[in-house]
């Protein structure tokens, strides 16, 4: 195991490296190994991944599980190799999770947050609201929607909810395609386009409820992460500017264009930035600014009624 984690030419698995079957005592020895590889390579949750990978690969919980083919321990390794190397796990599962919805996961398309669902629950929250007082549907816009997650669990939440959702990458305009499709049919459009741009959505100018928005923010060389940065795109990270708020002080000008008087809009920010765009808010012509906290308590969002 070490060998094949660490390239060294020792190991205390040779039964795994010589491609043998493993019972179920002893994979459950590799897969703990494989946890203390991957947390000595970095990785924030090693032992859930080990074990989500060894699910993977056997294809059931790992406390059903009798064992493993050799081919099953040779993949099994190969794939904690990657994870070590910082390949994130939702890429090898092709599958991630937003507020119980199980979206696709492509690489070269932003990798959803835990942290964003507090902002789309805010979103959504607002939606409820707006859907009470009112007759006809609820007209929501989520400007760069990356992989669809915001605009699906809007639209699978609020049923009132009519949805466009914007963005300009093109596979992760394939991709919200296909998510929102498969998982509120016919509830979302997905334009491809520039989400600042006056020209978009301009039909919708002054008739939209609420606008939700996780735009590119991380300020110049912010991202620590190794993972992070080798592959979640460039586009979906970085705001513009030494401090990363170009992008998300656009966003609040479109918003502000495209919601009806009494409309909110909601913002993911960096925690840092939270009066700055509260001010902004405030001096694009919104009539109120708050920031919601995430589950650590720091500043995580904007939230701004017109």
Request: aromatic share 4%; net charge negative.
């Amino acid at each position: 195991m070490e060998a094949r984690l660490r390239a060294k030419p020792e190991t205390r698995f040779r039964e795994a490296l010589a491609s043998e079957p493993l019972g179920r005592y002893a994979f459950r020895r590799l897969v703990r190994d494989a946890g203390q590889a991957l947390r000595e390579a970095g990785v924030i949750s090693p032992e859930h991944d080990a074990r989500v990978l060894a699910e993977h690969v056997v294809g059931g919980p790992l406390v059903m599980c009798d064992g493993a083919t050799a081919q099953q321990v040779e993949t099994f390794l190969s794939l904690i190799e990657r994870r070590a190397a910082r390949v994130p796990l939702q890429h090898f599962l092709g599958r991630m999770w937003f507020r119980g919805l199980e979206l696709e996961c492509r690489p070269g398309v932003f990798i959803v947050r835990p942290e964003t669902e507090i902002v789309a629950g805010a979103a959504i929250d607002a939606a409820r609201v707006a859907a009470a007082g009112q007759d006809h549907g609820v007209r929501v816009v989520d400007l760069c929607t990356g992989s669809g997650a915001i605009a699906a669990a809007v639209a699978h939440e609020v049923p009132a909810a009519r949805v466009w959702a914007v963005e300009v990458n093109p596979a992760a305009v394939a991709l919200a395609r296909d998510n929102c499709e498969r998982l509120v049919p016919g509830r979302v459009t997905v334009l491809a386009g520039d989400a600042t741009a006056p020209e978009t959505l301009a039909e919708l100018d002054g008739r939209v409820d609420v606008v939700v928005a996780n735009p590119p923010y991380v300020p110049a060389g912010a991202v620590e992460d190794a993972e992070t940065q080798r592959h979640d795109p460039h586009l979906a990270l970085y705001g513009g500017g030494e401090d990363g708020l170009t992008m998300p002080r656009a966003i609040v000008e479109r918003a502000a264009a495209l919601l009806r008087p009494g409309g909110v809009l909601v913002m993911e920010h960096d925690p840092a930035q939270a009066a700055a765009l509260r001010e902004a808010a405030l001096a694009t012509g919104f009539a109120s600014a708050q920031t919601g906290d995430d589950l650590t308590g720091r500043g995580r969002y904007l939230r701004a009624e017109h």
